[in-house]
């Protein structure tokens, strides 16, 4: 699991009405890196703030 200390933003920006470059860049990301199979702990997370 990648911690909080690892979570980065990320804006992809491009020209007006270009889209379809924020797409692509968008889809080459996601294939590039593991977040979109990654979920949060949410039972830990509950705990946390539970206290």
Known sequence: M???LH???????AR???E??????AHAYEQAT???TQNP???T???RFAR
């Open 45 to 47: 997370a509950i705990a």
């Open 20 to 25: 379809a470059t924020v797409f692509r860049v």
């Open 2 to 4: 990648i911690s909080a």
């Open 41 to 43: 702990d949410v039972d």
């Open 34 to 36: 593991p977040w979109q």
């Open 7 to 13: 979570v980065f933003p990320l804006q992809i920006a």
């Open 16 to 18: 007006p009405f270009d």
